[in-house]
């Protein structure tokens, strides 16, 4: 066997340990005679289950008991449309920062259900930075100010939430969720696509305080509802069973090195040694400076295309797949999410030297 040290910014690597579980239990998990793909949602089995990874979730990120765990389908893109018909119903107002691509999704969305604001954007240095954003800039009267908080392809995040009084604060962790522990109760609703640092495409978790609950729109499809899915468990329909099931392996796998500050600890190691290479290089060069940089996502570039192309090439080769930057940026990035192990980025950066000495 020989698996690759896969930098995709996702579906991302998941833990071996993790894959390891889920091959052991594929054909029986338990005494259930049975795979839980192939399980009936409504079993006993299942039930406990879905309950454990709840209950693992809630201690790893210490949700307070106001706030409702959802276990959802559509990806984080169905939030974007999910957010404003469940909560701009109040003053049919909110506000959004733009800092790329998804956060430009949702303020489009938002823009259908009501009067989406763009409180500021940094879109003028293709979205290398956060913006300055102080309490003045936000409307009292929004409904909802929403972040992107980890911005997947330009890598950048949030190094400080913006101080938006009391207004909820809506955040896409799709990239960033379980990399670091979070103040949960600064948020009006938390929503993350699985696919980058919980667990296979298919299931999106949603963290919404409760009273943010039961105000959607009359023509809100019920599926778009978040009141259907609190007041069935996630089980108005079929959840993506087999997801949360993963979600489950990898929380454990989470609880076992230390839980969400040994995370933190081990992923700002791995980013301080990707950064501190490229900022020491005469070849390559992060994308992103200074405080916003992300610890997930780091886009890096040559300056020269053919260099580029030949970077990407010759590191598929050596066994690091997946190193081509978003096409919108170009040149390189690397996603290093939490699965990916120290020895994985200590491997790419000795390949980056070598690669740059012999092509200096
Ligand atoms: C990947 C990603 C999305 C899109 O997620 P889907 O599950 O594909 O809809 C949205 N926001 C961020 C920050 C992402 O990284």
Redesign the pocket.
């Known amino acids: 066997m020989s698996r690759v040290y896969n930098f995709s ?2 579906p991302a690597m998941l833990p071996e340990e993790v894959l390891r579980k889920a091959a052991d239990e594929m054909l029986e998990y338990g005494t259930s005679g049975q795979s839980v793909m192939e399980m009936s949602h409504r079993s006993k089995e299942y039930q406990a289950i879905i309950d454990a990874t709840e209950e693992k979730l809630r201690k790893i990120m210490e949700i307070p008991d106001n706030y409702k765990v959802l276990f959802l389908q559509g ?4 939030q974007f449309a999910m957010v404003p018909l469940n909560l701009m119903t109040k003053n049919g107002k909110a506000d959004y920062v733009i800092t790329g691509q ?1 956060a430009t999704k949702a303020y489009k969305e938002g823009s259908r259900y009501g009067e989406a604001r763009v409180v500021a954007s940094s879109k003028d240095k293709t979205f290398s930075y956060i913006p300055e954003l102080t309490k003045d800039m936000f409307d009292p009267e929004a409904d909802y100010v929403h972040i ?1 908080q ?3 392809i330009y890598g950048t995040k949030y190094a400080a939430l913006p101080d938006v009084g009391d207004v909820p604060l809506i955040s ?1 962790m ?2 960033c969720i379980l990399s670091e522990p979070v103040d949960v109760s600064k948020f009006g609703v938390i929503y993350a ?1 699985a ?2 640092n919980m667990g296979p ?1 298919g299931l ?1 978790v949603v963290i919404i305080r409760e009273d943010l609950i039961g105000h959607a729109k009359d023509f809100t499809p019920t599926m778009f509802n978040y009141q259907t899915h609190a007041d069935n468990g996630s089980m108005f329909n079929t959840p993506p069973t087999y997801g949360i099931y993963i979600l489950k392996l990898v929380l454990e796998w989470i609880e076992g090195k230390g839980g969400l500050t040994a995370m933190k600890e081990i992923n700002e190691k791995k980013a301080a040694m990707l950064y501190d290479f490229l900022d020491n290089s005469k070849m390559f060069k992060a994308t992103v400076q200074g405080k916003d940089r992300s610890l997930m996502n780091i886009p890096f570039v040559t300056g020269k295309d053919e260099l580029d192309a030949k970077f990407v090439a010759e590191s598929k080769k050596a066994g690091f797949v997946n190193l081509k930057g978003h096409r919108s940026v170009g040149g390189m990035r690397a996603s290093i999410y939490n699965a990916m192990p120290v020895e994985g980025v200590e491997k790419l950066v000795a390949f980056m030297k070598n690669f740059e000495s012999e092509n200096a």
């Open positions: 910014a996702g990806g984080a893109s169905s998804w992107c980890n911005n997947t896409d799709s990239s696509g696919q980058k495409a999106t």
